[in-house]
Each structure stands twice: as structure tokens, then as C-alpha cells.
């Protein structure tokens, strides 16, 4: 067995928890997978998972495994193009996960120049709105929009992002325009829920006054599930929409859609890098990070807090 391969075995299985997982992701079958990690625990003298019929956890000899493993295939990874200078210098796979706007409007109209710059670079984007598992569906690092819950995974803020109310023409011709909050007893929102079935939460604003965020309880006849969806909505005339400035500045500057109070906007949304707790990102990762928060960088407003805070956990 070679003890590089088993290596990186391990830390599949590890991360994600399951022989069955790791043995799908790496294109192996489960017993090859086991049978590697049993290698690597005989080759080491020590026990590194706890294997059970419904789960498997690493023993504390395995935690320092892991860690151990993560520093040194990234070193390893980073080793191999040391000593390149050229743009092919970086290779390999990247695997990152944002949402559809910002891929749309942001990161794939600039993406040639990355690649031109990385040619040796291979990169798979997902594009949705279910908040992806990093570790455990294999993203090298993710680009989130919205308030980060505490988890083990780290994350680099990058600004905050401002939010607009929108109506289609149709719909402000028949109902009016809304101008003060009184007035939104008389309209209707689209809802967006990631989860159907969910409350809706209602219509979304800061105090002006006091900097209080609320929520104003709202009607409306239909409730979608991701941003495509919400956006169509809107333009069909079936409600007001709240949503990031980003993905819908072409259809604002269009006529297609049109801003209303813009005094009673939502609170702006974090964004943020996130990645696997690892000491040492693979050179790649790192690249790719760097040139993303230079992108959005432009879109974006400087948190409140020290813009040059370091890394933070967060999920």
C-alpha cells in the first residue's frame, strides 16, 4: 500500500464520516477505502476511527492524524509547483460553491482572465441556494451571502452587501406605489423560503431612528424557494421582492423592475469566503480566495469592524 494514497484516503473518510462517502467521492470501492485505512492504522501502531454500523468518529490519535495528514498533502501539493513561475505554476482541481447572482454577475464575467492567468487550473462552480456541507460534499472553499452560524469552518468577511425593495411596472400600475410603511397594508410580497412549508418572515426593514432591524407581517399569494424563481416573480407582477442590489441592477437599469422605498431598505447581508479548518490551504485555494475577494471587493461595503481582521470561525 502506498502510504501517500492511504493518506489521502483517510482524510476523505475523516472529513466526511462515512467509508460509503469517501469510497463514492474518490471512485473506489467501500472495501478498498477500509482497506487503507486499516493499512495506515497497522503502519502506525494506533487506532484512528471508531467504527460503528451507523457512524464512524476518529479517536483522539486519529484527530492528530487528520491534522497531521490535511498539513502535509497540502505541502506536498504545494511542493510540486514551488519552484514554477510561469502561469502554469498552479494546477489542479478547485471546487467552490456561491450563489447564482454573484456567479452570473460577477465571477464568470471575469473568470477568463483568472484562467488565462492559471491556465493549469481546473475549476468546478456550483451555483445554488442550499447552504452546501464544505467538508463533507468536497468544496475547496465556498462564497456565502447572508449571516454565518458558528461551525468549524473559517471564514473571511468581505464587505456587506446592500439590499432593494423591487415591483414590476404591471404591478405598481395597479396597486400603486408604496411610499410609506403604512402604505404596504394595501400590497403584497413574494415570499422566499429555503425550506417550503416555513413562515414567511414578512417585510424586512431597519428603523431609521434607532438602527433596529423588523419585520412588518405581509400578504402575498405566492412563496418560491430559490432566487431565480423570486426574481420571475416579481417580474410577473405577483409582489414585492427584497433582494441584494447585485443580481438586479440590469433589470432595475432596464425599466423591467423599479426600487420602492428606498428609505425602508433590509439590513445588508455579510458576505464571506469560508473554507476547511486547516493550517495550510493548498497555494491554489489561496490564489483563488484572493482574487475572488478582489472581485467582489467593488460590490461591496466595509464592515464596521477592522477591515483587516483576521479569519474567523463561522458557517
Request: proline residues 7%; hydrophobic residues 45%.
Amino acid at each position: 500500500m502506498n502510504q501517500l494514497e492511504a493518506m489521502q484516503i483517510y482524510v476523505q473518510v475523516a472529513e466526511l464520516a462515512s467509508f460509503t462517502q469517501a469510497a463514492t467521492r474518490l471512485g473506489l470501492p467501500r472495501a478498498s477505502v477500509s482497506g487503507a485505512v486499516q493499512w495506515l492504522e497497522a503502519h502506525f501502531g494506533t487506532r484512528l476511527l471508531h467504527r460503528t454500523t451507523r457512524r464512524v468518529r476518529m479517536t483522539q490519535d486519529g484527530q492528530v492524524c487528520l491534522e497531521r495528514c490535511q498539513d502535509l498533502l497540502a505541502d506536498l501539493d504545494d511542493l510540486q509547483t514551488l519552484f514554477h513561475t510561469g502561469p502554469a505554476a498552479l494546477s489542479g482541481r478547485l471546487r467552490v460553491d456561491m450563489s447564482l447572482g454573484i456567479a452570473r454577475h460577477i465571477v464568470l464575467p471575469r473568470l477568463p482572465e483568472f484562467l488565462d492567468a492559471h491556465p493549469g487550473l481546473h475549476l468546478e462552480i456550483s451555483s445554488t441556494d442550499r447552504r452546501v456541507d464544505p467538508v463533507r460534499e468536497g468544496f475547496d472553499c465556498v462564497l456565502r451571502v447572508g449571516v454565518l452560524a458558528d461551525s468549524s469552518l473559517i471564514a473571511r468577511p468581505l464587505g456587506l452587501h446592500r439590499q432593494i425593495n423591487l415591483a414590476s411596472p404591471a404591478y405598481l400600475a395597479r396597486h400603486g406605489t408604496p411610499r410609506t410603511l403604512d402604505d404596504l397594508a394595501r400590497h403584497r410580497l413574494v415570499h422566499y423560503l429555503p425550506t417550503l412549508g416555513a413562515r414567511p418572515v414578512g417585510f424586512e426593514h431597519v428603523e431609521i431612528d434607532t438602527g433596529e432591524q423588523r419585520c412588518l407581517p405581509m400578504p402575498g399569494p405566492v412563496t418560491v424557494n430559490n432566487s431565480e424563481a423570486y426574481i420571475s416573480a416579481c417580474l410577473a407582477g405577483l409582489g414585492l421582492i427584497q433582494v441584494p442590489a447585485l443580481g438586479v441592477q440590469a433589470l432595475v437599469d432596464a425599466g423591467q423592475l423599479v426600487e420602492v422605498l428606498p428609505r425602508h431598505q433590509a439590513a445588508p447581508l455579510p458576505v464571506s469566503l469560508l473554507h476547511a479548518h486547516r493550517r495550510h490551504l493548498p497555494r491554489r485555494v489561496q490564489v483563488f480566495m484572493a482574487w475572488v475577494a478582489q472581485v467582489m471587493a467593488p460590490h461591496l461595503t466595509p464592515h464596521k469592524a477592522s477591515p483587516d481582521a483576521d479569519d474567523r470561525r463561522a458557517g
